[in-house]
């Protein structure tokens, strides 16, 4: 049995060189794979980015304690009792400039009853939270923030959960056109 053998050395062999018309190939064929995942892509990125929000409360009394990074989902705006609603700032200075994004609780919807007195706030005749402890610093006494109604059609009534939180006591309602989103604590 005769066998011959070529001993070639992997180490010298050279790769196969593509000729240009080869490299083009590979390039659009590559493309062409490419092109559906990149729209998949985008078109996920952009739906995501369009729908949610991150928001930050950076003050250093927070009316919602031990929350302070909010997911914001723009296209859920059915808010109901006791949900966090993100809205923009309308009538709420000092505290917070015209347009400013809030985050709170809707402790009241449209026909809940609202009673406001120096002591607590109460919604349908539960007490949601207690006295008006701005009214001093906001320079109006406490009595000018008092209301026995019921919350209009398209508004809310939105809390904090600190006595100290700048909320619809001071200012009353948010309004529909003023609602950004449901809002989720994450931290």
């Known amino acids: 049995m005769n066998t011959h053998h070529q001993s070639t050395s992997s180490a010298n062999a050279k790769p196969a060189r593509l000729r240009p018309y080869q490299t083009k190939a590979a390039l659009g064929m ?26 930050g409360d950076d003050q250093v009394d927070r009316c919602l304690p031990n929350k302070w990074i909010y997911l914001i989902d ?37 026909g809940d009853r609202i009673q406001v007195d120096s002591h607590q706030t109460t919604v349908n005749g539960s007490l949601i939270i207690e006295g008006l402890p701005l009214a001093e610093k906001l320079k109006k006494p406490a009595a000018s923030f ?12 939105m809390t904090g959960q600190t006595p100290k939180s700048f909320d619809s006591r001071y200012w009353g309602y948010v309004y529909d056109h003023q609602v950004i989103g449901r809002a989720y604590a994450l931290f």
């Open 146 to 157: 008092k209301r026995n109604e019921t919350i209009p059609p398209a508004a809310y009534w």
């Open 74 to 110: 723009t296209y859920n705006k059915d808010i109901w009792r006791g949900d966090l609603m993100a809205f923009r700032a309308e009538r709420m200075t000092p505290y917070f400039k015209d347009g400013q994004m809030i985050v709170k609780i809707a402790a009241g919807v449209t």
């Open 30 to 55: 590559f493309l062409l794979k490419a092109l559906p995942i990149l729209v998949l892509i985008l078109a996920v990125e952009r739906y995501v980015g369009q729908r949610f929000l991150i928001g």
